[in-house]
Each structure stands twice: as structure tokens, then as C-alpha cells.
């Protein structure tokens, strides 16, 4: 984590050509998306705040004095560091544990976990997820009501748990997504971290107005390569995650938000800078110094050793393409693609099911268009009828195992393909949009009964038969949510 060349770095900042990307998520697009069997497990939005995001900034980083202070600098042409910047509406804390011993909300009540995959050669057929497809992007987008309009996400996206579980090479590709590197925000490596309070008390509790800097190992090269990589010095054989590096969680109390950054070195040469030392040569060993350059550099190397022997692994064609790259090609944040997944952790461990609540994803899918062109319309409409004359009964497809199952076509993650789904609305009965039937909705429902015609948004919601009318037959319906989530 530093910065390029001594003459770089001295520089003018007048002539540093200031430059950064910055992406905007929709603001209130945060949704509750629980994956255990039943949809039921403890998760109560009132005391953990779901995890929404805001912007993202990326963008070639240059420290003013690298040795002393990474993220003390500004974005710059000339920089030898890439700085990610992931702004959360409201307080977010750092994530605790969600394995044994279970203590998820070791650092305050609103934990955000989830990723942030970096696609440094914007290729979808190198880099991926092999063992756990299911907590990323691809495994997790169609649970939010579509599917992405880009074309690096054709034929990858998982439409429900079974595409998941397909060999690596058949469609759809949910290890394929083009990862080389991730920001891990997982608990599970806090456990030993050094935590320094820059700024707020002493506890280990993160509050509003507080900045931490957080020394622990959460920025990695894809796991994907690691059965076929030359990498060593650092965990497992194949692996690399460098340890000694930072993030920073930091809270504005005047705009509600939460910044989380990781400042991460180009090259060695950053790397030494940062660290007070000479550059060392590229040598696969993420526990001295590190950078994107040599997880790259080792790449080639293996990719060129295995075109020679072959491992008989389906995974090779994750790292072969790179056998004729040069990794100085890539080292420019601008040609990057990024994925984004966040969630939260439920309130209890004994969930049947993924131990994470999905609340946000970027890029956004539109909103009930299931066939990834952009647009909601006629077509998407068309092919949720036709799924359900096909599959479902009076009109109707129930997910057997929902939410641990989940479908494309139940864009609005209520358990079934339906008319709701059809008309593109929000889970019937939710009159109040946060994802739960509860008495809160009993009640307006009672407000609604008996109404009929054009009815307002609130009592669309508790026709459940789309008949324009608000009579027992609703009722009923209603009643059978409202006695617990399996009740279909």
C-alpha cells in the first residue's frame, strides 16, 4: 500500500491530473432478502439497519506521504495505489463473526457484510468464484427482481438455487463472472485485527461520528485461481491475500454516511514506498511486499506452466487466457468492472440456509424485467404467464423451499410466480414496502376492505385476487400470511 517512484510522488499536486470514477446506486433501493427455508429467519430492519449503498469512487490513488499515511492524498494519474471508496447510507458497522462463536455484532448493531469483485481485464471467462458462487453477485441479483441489463452478465446469472449447482462449464456460468480481485467484508477476518481509533472513544463498539482503521487481511486475489496459482508465503498454497493491509471505516455524522476504503498498491514499488524498503522482484509472496502487479505477474506464470502441463482441472480455463497478457496493461482502474453484493447478518446462527440477509447489489437490475434487456414490458410479462401456465396450479407457481430456493420470476420475493409478478407489483400484502406482512399491515388492510375500482397503492397490495375488490376472499389470503411464512 503505497505509492510509485520517489519522482511521482514529489510530483506538483497542481499537475497530478486529478482524476476518479464515481458510481450512484439508488437512493432507498435497500430490500430485505432473507435465504433461509421458510423466509422467516430473525432479521428486524428497526434494530439493524439493512446496509444500503450510496456511490462508489474508484480511481488511482497518490498518499502524500505513503509510509506515514495511505489515505491521506487525493486521486491522481500519477498515483502507484488504487482507492476504493464504498459510501453506505447511515451508520454501518464493521462486521463480527457470523461462525463459531457467533457474535455478528461485535462492533455495533448495523454489521454490513458482503463483496465488492473487481474485474481488472474486463474479460467474464478469467477469474471467478468456484466454491461459493451462492454469496456473490451472480448467485444473488435475481433475488432483487430481474436481471442486468449488461452483457457480461448474459448467461450467468443464477435464476434460482438449481443453476447454482451446474457443472463449471454449463450455462448459466455463476463461477464465470471475471473476477481477479475482491474486498471481503466477512467477520470472519476481524477475528485478529488491529484496530486503531482515529477518531471517537476507545470501545470496540463503532458509533456515530467515529473513524477506524481496521488492519486485517479482507482484500483478495479471486479464490478461484488458488489450485492453479505458483502464489505462496500466505495461507494456503495458491492464495493471495496480502495481511499486512487496512481499510478504513469512517462515519460523517452531518450527511448519515459511511465510507469504507481500501487503499491497495499498484506495484512494488508502491509497495516499498509504503513500507520504507528498496523494491523487491514480483514473487508471488503476498506477506512481503505486494501489489495488483505481482497477483498478475503470477498469473501469467502459472497459466504459461499449465498450457505445458496440464492439470485436467475444468477450473484451467479460469487462468489459461492469461498466459498471453502483460500484466502492466491492467494496472489502470479505469478499464475495471466492479460488482458490488451487501447484506446483513441475521440475529440468531441456527438458520436453515446462506448466514447472510441480501439488502443491496450494484449494478441494479431493472425492476421485473426478467430478460435482461433493460426495459420492463410486455415481453417480461409475457414470459412470467407463460412460466406459470406452464409449472404453476390455479394460476400460481409456489418455491417449495423459499427462500433458501428463490426464482427469477418472483420479482417480488414473496415465494411464488403469480399475478403480482405478472403486473410487476410489490409482495401482496406488504402495504408498507419493508418486505414483512405483519400486524402493521393486518391493520391497513382493514382499512381497505370493502373498497373497490381504482384503488390506491396501500389497498393494491391486499387485492390478492387482481379483481379490483378488497372482499373475504383477500381476507383469507391475508390470514394465511399473517399465521407464519410457509402458510401458502
Known amino acids: 500500500m503505497s505509492i510509485l517512484v520517489c519522482a511521482s510522488f514529489m510530483a506538483p499536486w497542481s499537475h497530478a491530473f486529478q482524476t ?48 506515514e499515511d495511505l489515505f491521506e492524498g487525493e486521486f491522481a494519474r500519477a498515483g502507484g495505489f488504487v482507492r476504493f471508496d464504498l459510501v453506505l447510507r ?9 461462525t463459531d462463536p457467533f457474535n455478528p455484532f461485535e462492533f455495533g ?23 461459493l458462487p451462492m454469496h456473490r453477485y451472480l448467485g444473488a441479483v435475481a433475488r432483487f427482481g430481474g436481471l442486468p441489463a449488461e452483457p457480461r452478465f448474459q448467461d450467468r446469472v443464477a435464476t434460482c438455487r438449481d443453476d447454482l449447482r451446474r457443472p463449471f462449464n454449463q ?26 481509533h482515529l477518531v471517537g472513544d476507545d470501545d470496540e463498539t463503532f458509533e456515530p461520528g467515529e473513524t477506524w482503521r481496521i488492519n486485517a487481511p479482507l482484500f483478495h486475489r479471486a479464490h478461484g485461481f488458488e489450485r492453479l496459482s505458483f502464489a505462496k508465503g500466505c495461507g ?43 523494491p523487491q522482484e514480483n514473487n508471488g509472496n503476498a506477506c512481503d511486499q505486494f501489489s495488483i502487479e505481482e497477483g498478475l505477474v503470477d498469473l501469467v506464470e502459472s497459466a504459461q506452466y499449465l498450457i505445458e502441463h496440464p ?35 441475521y440475529a440468531r446462527r441456527d438458520v436453515d440456509g446462506l448466514p447472510i440477509v441480501f439488502t443491496d447489489v450494484f449494478p441494479d437490475p431493472r425492476h421485473g424485467d426478467v430478460n435482461g434487456d433493460g426495459v420492463a414490458d410486455e415481453l417480461d410479462r409475457l414470459l412470467i404467464t407463460q412460466f406459470i401456465r406452464e409449472y404453476g396450479r390455479d394460476g400460481r407457481y409456489v418455491i417449495a423451499e423459499f427462500s433458501s430456493d428463490f426464482h427469477l420470476f418472483d420479482t417480488n420475493y414473496d415465494g411464488n410466480v403469480d399475478g403480482f409478478d405478472v403486473a410487476n407489483r410489490p409482495r401482496p400484502g406488504d402495504s408498507d414496502g419493508d418486505d414483512d406482512v405483519d400486524l402493521r399491515d393486518a391493520a391497513q388492510f382493514w382499512r381497505c376492505f370493502g373498497a373497490s375500482g381504482s384503488l390506491p397503492p396501500p389497498c393494491q ?9 378488497i372482499d373475504l376472499r383477500d381476507y383469507h389470503r391475508m390470514a394465511e400470511l399473517l399465521r407464519g411464512p410457509n402458510r401458502r
Not at 109 to 131: H, Q, R, Y
Not at 320 to 327: G, I, K, S, T
Not at 461 to 469: A, E, H, I, P, V
Open 311 to 345: 492439470s485436467g482441472r475444468p477450473e484451467e480455463d479460469l487462468i489459461l487466457d492469461w498466459a498471453w497478457q502483460n500484466p502492466l496493461s491492467f494496472l489502470d482502474p479505469d478499464g475495471w468492472t466492479l460488482t458490488v453484493t451487501l447484506g446483513a447478518p
Open 109 to 131: 448493531p448495523n454489521p454490513v457484510l458482503g463483496f465488492m469483485e473487481i474485474d481488472v481485464d474486463a474479460s467474464v471467462w478469467t477469474g471467478g468464484e468456484v466454491d
Open 20 to 67: 476518479e470514477r464515481t458510481f450512484h446506486d439508488p437512493p432507498g433501493d435497500s430490500l430485505i432478502r432473507r435465504t433461509d427455508y421458510g423466509d422467516d429467519g430473525p432479521f428486524d430492519p428497526l434494530l439493524h439497519h439493512p446496509p444500503e449503498l450510496v456511490t462508489i469512487r474508484i480511481g488511482k490513488w497518490a498518499p502524500r506521504v505513503p509510509e
Open 171 to 196: 450455462p448459466p456460468y455463476t463461477r464465470r463472472h471475471g473476477e481477479e480481485f475482491h474486498l471481503d467484508l466477512v467477520g470472519e477476518y476481524l477475528r485478529d485485527a488491529v484496530i486503531s
Open 461 to 469: 397490495q391486499m387485492d390478492f385476487d387482481l379483481n379490483d375488490l
Open 236 to 278: 494456503r498454497s495458491g492464495e493471495y491475500d496480502p495481511r499486512d493491509m487496512e481499510i478504513q471505516f469512517e462515519h460523517d455524522l452531518h450527511k448519515g454516511l459511511t465510507t469504507i476504503s481500501c487503499v491497495f498498491p499498484l506495484d512494488n514499488e508502491a509497495s516499498a514506498a509504503e513500507k520504507g524498503e528498496r
Open 90 to 98: 447511515g451508520l454501518a458497522n464493521p462486521p463480527g463473526r457470523v
